[in-house]
């Protein structure tokens, strides 16, 4: 009888070891569903950071507002009869000053 028990728990290891450490087992289905969210988690980062780019890019086009915008932060360009005040702060070197429209005809 003790030789009946131990041939079946033997071959109950047998059975196991394909379902925990096999090809198919429940160690590699953790590790992929681990390495699926991750991916999950990536493609939701890229799809936030392209429907941002998207909407400048068609910011850009479309409207004026945004290139306007740009003018005035990147090149300090300020419209005509428009006055341009800048706080400098403490210890800050004082920025050269904004580029004045040249009127039309010159």
Do not use: C
């Not at 990147?74 to 429209?101: H, R, W």
């Amino acid at each position: 009888m003790r030789l009946i028990t131990l041939a079946l728990a033997t071959l109950l290891l047998l059975i196991q070891y394909p379902l925990w450490l096999g090809k198919g087992g429940w160690l590699r289905v953790a590790d992929f569903e681990t390495q699926v969210n991750t991916a999950h988690k990536k493609n939701a980062e890229l799809i936030a950071r392209n429907a941002k780019l998207d909407s400048e890019v068609r910011d850009l086009k479309d409207g004026t507002g945004a290139v306007e915008e740009r003018a005035r932060y990147e090149l300090s360009m300020i419209k005509q009869n428009e006055i341009f005040i800048q706080i400098v702060g403490k210890g800050q070197a004082a920025p050269p000053p904004p580029v004045a429209p040249k009127p039309p005809g010159q």
